[in-house]
């Protein structure tokens, strides 16, 4: 299969060793990987803002650039949940990308059909924070977990393991005060665990920001960066 990165502002920006475990995993499953160099921010700051006009600008922009990819992989449920939910309300439904885009837990798990990836993590115990939009718009809760588990690691139980960590992008601007307590109250509930692992950007910002504020010691890790850990990779795993 054909698959094309959209690597997303954030991990182009903070997370850019999470980007290239997207390309080092995906291809160690067998994807031939592209990544068109005109791709740019989805659209989603503007969108958020109320500039519907650049949004949409954007997204025609972000259409035209992966219009050739046979399926669009997103190292994020937030920025896969624009393409895949608000570009076909900006369009007018005649957003075709929605349908070939898809977040990385998804697409290993519901379009190549694999759920066990390697022993990388056996021992590791990791407690899986759920972002707001995979869980919430493209309904994706239990992927995570079975990939993780896939890998050899324990899930642990984490009682907010659901809530918001307050980012909310401009939220987290605007709104600085309610966006740190709201992290700061799932920090509080975290059980003893080597990792809280997450398949956004922003919320392992957010929420390892807050930590090292509060110097807990704890290890934030976006997903993609744990599964390529977890796969038999050869030469590559670690």
């Given at each position: 299969?054909?698959?094309?990165?959209?690597?997303?502002?954030?991990?182009?920006?903070?997370?850019?060793?999470?980007?290239?475990?997207?390309?080092?995993?995906?291809?160690?499953?067998?994807?031939?990987?592209?990544?068109?160099?005109?791709?740019?921010?989805?659209?989603?700051?503007?969108?958020?803002?109320?500039?519907?006009?650049?949004?949409?600008?954007m997204?025609?922009?972000?259409?035209?650039?992966?219009?050739?990819?046979?399926?669009?992989?997103?190292?994020?449920?937030?920025?896969?949940?624009?393409?895949k939910?608000?570009?076909p309300r900006?369009?007018?439904?005649?957003?075709?990308?929605?349908?070939?885009?898809?977040?990385?837990?998804?697409?290993?798990?519901?379009?190549?059909?694999?759920?066990?990836?390697?022993?990388?993590?056996?021992?590791?115990?990791?407690?899986?924070?759920?972002?707001?939009?995979?869980?919430?718009?493209?309904?994706?809760?239990?992927?995570?977990?079975?990939?993780?588990?896939?890998?050899?690691?324990?899930?642990?139980?984490?009682?907010?393991?659901?809530?918001?960590?307050?980012?909310?992008?401009?939220?987290?601007?605007?709104?600085?005060?309610?966006?740190?307590?709201?992290a700061?109250?799932?920090?509080?509930?975290?059980?003893?665990?080597?990792?809280?692992?997450?398949?956004?950007?922003?919320?392992?910002?957010?929420?390892?920001?807050?930590?090292?504020?509060?110097?807990?010691?704890?290890?934030?890790?976006?997903?993609?960066t744990?599964?390529?850990?977890?796969?038999?990779?050869?030469?590559?795993?670690?």
């Open positions: 299969m054909n698959v094309a990165l959209f690597v997303t502002c954030l991990a182009d920006h903070y997370f850019a060793d999470a980007a290239a475990d997207t390309v080092r995993l995906l291809r160690h499953l067998g994807c031939t990987v592209s990544f068109p160099e005109a791709q740019t921010c989805c659209g989603q700051p503007a969108y958020n803002a109320g500039r519907q006009g650049e949004a949409l600008r997204a025609r922009h972000t259409i035209g650039v992966f219009e050739d990819a046979d399926a669009v992989v997103v190292p994020s449920g937030s920025c896969a949940t624009m393409v939910k608000f570009y900006l369009t007018g439904g005649t957003a075709t990308l929605a349908d070939r885009t898809f977040e990385l837990g998804e697409f290993i798990v519901h379009r190549l059909g694999v759920t066990e990836l390697g022993d990388g993590l056996a021992g590791r115990r990791i407690a899986i924070h759920q972002g707001c939009h995979a869980l919430r718009e493209l309904r994706l809760e239990s992927e995570p977990a079975t990939l993780l588990e896939g890998c050899g690691a324990e899930i642990v139980p984490w009682e907010a393991h659901d809530e918001c960590c307050g980012f909310g992008g401009l939220f987290s601007v605007k709104m600085t005060a309610v966006s740190a307590a709201m700061d109250r799932k920090l509080d509930t975290l059980p003893e665990i080597d990792w809280v692992v997450s398949g956004d950007g922003g919320c392992v910002l957010q929420l390892d920001g807050r930590s090292r504020a509060r110097e807990m010691g704890v290890e934030f890790v976006h997903l993609a744990a599964l390529w850990r977890g796969a038999a990779a050869p030469g590559g795993a670690r």
